[in-house]
């Protein structure tokens, strides 16, 4: 055995390597220790943490660096933390920290319940004053022993929370600074990708790998992340509380001229989204409301300062708000752009970033290490593009149907009916809920549906139509993992309908225990954003960057549903024991450019009429 493989064993938490895992640790070792990017894909269940981690802390010995591990939501944090658990039940210990917004790691319940900017506040206050215990608590202790003991007995993230609420002391507090000496930080993007956000902790890039998982978001992450909403319910708030608070006639008059010009122009604007939910915006012609932005600022402080003398217990106005906004807006960074946005709630001004290299070339670029790893990782030219990267990467992708034996599932292509946004009316909903129906009662097999829909306005249109024998569970804003695994506990048999790239889609397991709760993935058409001025202004950036329009179209447009399609089949396949159905409900699944794709990544691809879809559903289901 070479000195490489036995470092990096050393840090492997198992007693050998899984197929695939051994590739990808050296992979990633050798991308490393020649200073280039890791791109590594490959299906859920290979054990790319357990690899990914290995590789870099056998690296970060060599070379004394620090291992970020950064994912999308918190619930995938999981996975790390419970890797360098089994690592610690082999004797090798690996001190790490995990950092979570404030609010999911504050020990006083009362506090935490608040709305984010409110809990902020309160939390600053409470801690400048020394009326928050577990921060007072930091002082007595010693930050190495309580890391000790807290990482040895907690399994989780709430076990890790809970841990250091028991031992009297802030778990964010405690978390940020003993990063500077724990060998893995495990957070989301948030605390890399971001800028001028309120939660910051120090991180030197320069001496970090960075392991980012499920890889194919960052650059929409990246995007929301450094965007700054205006809500025009906040304008119409802080008016309310301008004439409320502000006892002086002229400051007060000033700030409400500000206030009804911005509302005017949102409202006049909003005509304009009749047909669309976003449109581009000059962002001179907003900043010209901000002439006079010192009444905004001096009727803040005047609104907070009236609050506090009537005993407000925590004095927010929304007016912070546009404070925020206004800060934002004035930097006029590249890269970002003005739009006007429509959603449930109302209209909003949006300063929202159009070119995530802006932020993340920085990043990738001066980082010791780094490694973009995901199921479902987008073309090369994608990732290097949107990112920015200019160092050399290295590659490493592993197919689905290298892991998946063939006989464990099988892909039937229906062309019947369509979700194209040219073709949709009642009619073709009703088809749909049709075939659906037909399906499910044909589907014998005592697992659960996940059907997949490209929007929630699809969804709901198809669910109407539904034949009244299907049981079903709909997303919804309030629905959970957790509620809907309990409800599939006591009955296998649903249909569930949930959204591409939602939450009941990304990053989700559906299993209790070893056992795989799902049968069978319907990809209810094709997931493909809807054209707008933003999407629009991000294929110029590519177009101008890889000098091809077409690859930027496919890139800015195509690949986003490929590769929520190929996260959608990922809910079924958790392990190369996994057994399955797939159906692509859409005629569009026979163009050559998409057939080709799904062709080469299933290597099965058969198109059905709709007696064959219910022959095969009856009698190819994988037992």
């Known amino acids: 055995m070479s000195g490489i493989e036995s470092l990096i064993r050393r840090y492997f938490p198992y007693d050998t390597f899984r197929k695939y895992q051994w590739e990808i640790a050296k992979t990633i070792y050798d991308a490393l220790s020649s200073g280039r990017v890791a791109l590594i894909e490959a299906p859920t269940g290979v054990g790319k ?28 944090a999981q996975a790390p933390i419970r890797e360098l658990r089994r690592l610690r039940d082999r ?21 935490r319940r608040l709305p984010y900017e409110e809990f ?21 202790i010693n930050i190495d022993n309580v890391m000790t003991y807290v990482v040895d007995k907690a399994g989780n993230i709430n076990e890790y929370v809970s841990s250091l609420c028991s031992s009297g002391v802030c778990p964010y507090e405690v978390s940020k600074d003993y990063l500077e000496r724990a060998r893995v930080g495990i957070m989301t993007y948030y605390y890399v990708f971001s800028i001028s956000k309120p939660e910051t902790v120090n991180i030197d890039i320069k001496n970090s790998v960075l392991i980012i998982d499920e890889a194919h978001n960052l650059p929409d992450a990246i995007s929301s992340l450094n965007t700054v909403n205006l809500a025009l319910t906040s304008i119409t708030s802080s008016m309310a509380e301008v004439k409320r608070f502000i006892d002086d006639e002229e400051l007060r008059n000033r700030t409400l001229r ?19 939910n976003m449109v581009s915006l000059e962002l001179g012609d907003v900043l ?24 407000v217990p925590i004095p927010y106005t929304p007016l912070s708000r546009i404070l925020d906004f206004h800060k934002a807006i004035l930097n006029k960074v590249s890269g970002f752009g003005m739009f006007l946005t429509r959603d449930e709630q109302g209209f909003s001004l949006v300063y929202k970033c159009i070119d995530p290299s802006i932020i993340g070339s920085p990043v990738l670029n001066n980082a010791n290490g780094v490694i973009l790893m995901s199921g479902t990782l987008p073309p090369r030219d994608y990732v290097v593009g949107m990112l920015g990267i200019n160092r050399s990467v290295l590659e490493h992708r592993i197919g689905f149907r290298n892991y998946i034996r063939p006989e464990n599932y099988g892909v039937f292509v229906y062309d019947g009916v369509t979700t194209r946004y040219a073709e949709r009316d009642e009619e073709e909903y009703a088809k749909i809920a049709n075939v659906l129906s037909r399906i499910y009662q044909a589907f ?32 919804l804003g309030n629905t959970s993992i957790d509620d809907l695994i309990r409800e599939l506990r006591n009955d296998r048999r649903r249909l569930i309908m949930a959204v591409a790239g939602g939450k009941l889609v990304e990053g989700v397991e559906y299993r209790l225990g070893t056992e795989n ?10 997931p493909y954003p809807e054209p707008n001025d ?61 057939a080709k794709i799904f062709e080469d990544y299933f290597g099965k691809y058969v198109i059905v009429d709709d007696e064959e879809l219910i022959n095969k559903i009856m009698h190819s289901t994988p037992q």
């Open 120 to 140: 902020l506040e309160e939390c600053r206050l409470l801690r400048s004053s020394d009326e928050c215990p577990y921060y007072t608590g930091m002082r007595r």
């Open 49 to 76: 943490t357990a690899s990914a981690l290995a590789a870099s802390l056998a690296y970060s010995e060599e070379s004394g660096t620090r291992a970020l591990f950064l994912v999308r939501t918190k619930n995938e």
């Open 444 to 475: 014998t097999l005592d697992k659960a549906i996940l059907s997949i829909f490209p929007s929630y306005v699809v969804l709901k249109a198809v669910r109407k139509y539904l034949s009244p024998g299907v049981k079903y569970i709909m997303e």
């Open 258 to 276: 500000i206030l009804r010009s911005l509302q005017s122009y949102m409202v006049k604007l909003g005509k304009v989204l009749e047909e669309e």
């Open 288 to 311: 010209q409301f901000f002439e006079d932005f010192q009444a905004i600022s001096e009727a803040y402080y005047e609104i907070i300062k009236k609050k506090r003398s009537v005993g």
């Open 91 to 111: 004797g090798v210990d690996v001190g790490y920290a995990v950092i979570r917004n404030r609010p999911d790691m504050c020990c006083m319940v009362s506090t």
């Open 534 to 594: 933003y999407l629009d202004s991000v294929m110029e950036i590519l177009a101008a960057r890889l000098n091809d329009r077409s690859l930027a179209w496919e890139l800015t447009y195509q690949w986003p549903a490929i590769v929520r399609i190929k996260q959608a089949v990922g809910r079924a396949f958790r392990s190369e024991n996994d057994r399955a159905l797939v159906i692509l409900m859409d005629r569009r699944f026979r163009e050559n450019r998409l």
């Open 517 to 526: 709760l799902l049968g069978l993935i319907i990809i209810v058409g094709i």
